[in-house]
């Protein structure tokens, strides 16, 4: 085998090993940027809510949970109410809006555990919400 296959598993196990709440700062850092311009405002419902995202085969996790309005890190590995789990590539996708949610899911290629009810509310929230026109330049990789 090529080294270059080996390159996502070793990424993985790297990723695996990065203390959570150093993933999760760096998500939350984006999130809360995000919401600051206007790109991205959680709904009332999600308040008081925790989330967890699972980049699979980068082998990071940033947990998290909406408070006042703002996301906020959450500290350890504890179980969140709603997780979602799927590719970079996968996730970039549904970022674009070029993917929906439904389609990965059901491709199984979005992983979601947890409330199910949040589960319908946070993806119809972000299949509402609007994509800003620099993110629509941005690639993905081949799945």
């Keep these: 085998m090529s080294a270059a296959l080996h390159i996502p598993a070793l990424l993985a196990k790297i990723g695996r090993r990065l203390p959570s709440p150093l993933v999760s700062l760096h998500c939350v850092a984006g999130l809360e940027l995000a919401r600051r311009v206007k790109w991205l405002t959680p709904p009332a419902e999600l308040d008081g809510r925790s989330?967890?995202?699972?980049?699979?085969?980068?082998?990071?996790?940033?947990?998290?949970?909406?408070?006042?309005?703002?996301?906020?890190?959450?500290?350890?590995?504890?179980?969140?109410?709603l997780e979602l789990g799927a590719k970079l590539a996968d996730l970039l996708s549904l970022m674009r809006a070029e993917?929906?949610?439904?389609?990965?899911?059901?491709?199984?290629?979005?992983?979601?555990?947890?409330?199910?009810?949040?589960?319908?509310?946070?993806?119809?929230?972000?299949?509402?919400?609007?994509?800003?026109?620099?993110?629509?330049?941005?690639?993905?990789?081949?799945?």
């Design 51 to 81: 989330f967890a995202i699972t980049i699979e085969d980068l082998g990071l996790r940033s947990s998290f949970a909406v408070r006042e309005g703002a996301f906020r890190p959450i500290w350890n590995r504890a179980s969140c109410e």
């Design 99 to 143: 993917t929906d949610a439904d389609t990965l899911f059901f491709q199984r290629r979005l992983r979601i555990s947890g409330d199910t009810e949040l589960g319908l509310i946070v993806k119809n929230w972000l299949d509402a919400a609007p994509r800003p026109a620099w993110l629509q330049g941005i690639s993905g990789t081949a799945a």
